[in-house]
């Protein structure tokens, strides 16, 4: 049976300098020039900045950076962030609920997949593909909220990024929830010594794990160094 072929499209590979390929999206792989990688080998995926120009960070073994066509660049993500290598959990999501204890008026409910790597949580939708580095993760708990008017069991997931508090929530049946919970905690453990933050950003975490609400973190001044 033929791979059948979704995009062929000239993209830059950078080795240190940009190294014109062609590019092949597959239901099941992508193809850059000769070297051929399956989805489902692909370990991470991020959206990263290249010397003020919008990649795509490709991670398989080592990281391998992608230049694509404006144009496509957005679609080519978002089918290997649905695609890569992860565990992947049907929820309703509400990703970047506050930013510095601020509630986003833009953040609403969706349906669709909370996907989990080794380095990365993705809330993954049509129209939405967020990705947190677990090196940020900065506490994993269980909390009643308001969904629909009704009070809903939810996990409350905050990380820190450039020195604001960011929270999202996940919404899915209880037993779901709980073996979700469990394994959050397992991967960030794993993931503790890794950590390398700012003075500012681990003054923050420290914050959380005391319990100060985000409010006062939101109005936190940095204690001089």
Same mark, same amino acid.
């Given at each position: 049976?033929?791979?059948?072929?979704?995009? $062929?499209?000239?993209?830059?590979?950078?080795?240190?300098?940009?190294?014109?390929?062609?590019? =092949?999206?597959?239901?099941?792989?992508?193809?850059?020039?000769?070297?051929?990688? *399956?989805? +489902?080998?692909?370990?991470?995926?991020?959206?990263?900045?290249?010397?003020?120009?919008?990649?795509?960070?490709?991670?398989?073994?080592?990281?391998?950076?992608?230049?694509?066509?404006?144009?496509?660049?957005?679609?080519?993500?978002?089918?290997?962030?649905?695609?890569?290598?992860?565990?992947?959990? &049907?929820?309703?999501?509400?990703?970047?609920?506050?930013? +510095?204890? =601020? =509630?986003?008026?833009?953040?609403?409910?969706?349906?669709?997949?909370? *996907?989990?790597?080794?380095?990365?949580?993705?809330?993954? *939708?049509?129209?939405?593909?967020? $990705?947190?580095?677990? /090196?940020?993760?900065?506490?994993?708990?269980?909390?009643? $909220?308001? =969904?629909?008017?009704?009070? $809903?069991?939810?996990?409350?997931?905050?990380?820190?990024?450039?020195?604001?508090?960011?929270?999202?929530?996940?919404?899915?049946?209880?037993?779901?929830?709980?073996?979700?919970?469990?394994?959050?905690?397992?991967?960030? /453990?794993?993931?503790?010594?890794?950590?390398?933050?700012?003075?500012? /950003?681990?003054?923050?975490?420290?914050?959380?794990? *005391?319990?100060?609400?985000? &409010?006062?973190?939101?109005?936190?001044?940095?204690?001089?160094?």
């Amino acid at each position: 049976m033929t791979d059948k072929v979704h995009l $062929r499209t000239p993209v830059k590979i950078y080795t240190g300098g940009w190294v014109d390929t062609e590019l =092949v999206v597959t239901d099941d792989s992508i193809i850059l020039g000769k070297q051929k990688i *399956s989805l +489902g080998e692909i370990e991470d995926l991020e959206d990263i900045d290249v010397n003020g120009i919008r990649c795509i960070q490709i991670k398989k073994d080592s990281k391998i950076t992608l230049q694509l066509p404006k144009d496509i660049h957005q679609q080519v993500f978002r089918y290997i962030a649905f695609n890569l290598k992860a565990d992947k959990f &049907a929820v309703y999501f509400l990703a970047f609920a506050t930013v +510095g204890g =601020v =509630v986003s008026s833009a953040a609403q409910w969706e349906k669709g997949y909370f *996907s989990v790597t080794d380095e990365g949580l993705w809330f993954l *939708s049509s129209k939405n593909q967020q $990705r947190i580095s677990i /090196e940020s993760l900065g506490s994993i708990n269980k909390d009643m $909220r308001d =969904v629909g008017g009704k009070q $809903r069991r939810v996990l409350v997931l905050s990380h820190v990024v450039k020195s604001n508090v960011i929270t999202s929530l996940v919404l899915c049946p209880e037993s779901t929830l709980e073996m979700l919970e469990n394994y959050l905690h397992r991967l960030f /453990e794993k993931h503790k010594p890794a950590i390398n933050l700012s003075e500012n /950003e681990k003054q923050i975490l420290t914050l959380i794990y *005391s319990g100060v609400d985000f &409010a006062s973190i939101a109005h936190f001044e940095p204690l001089p160094i």
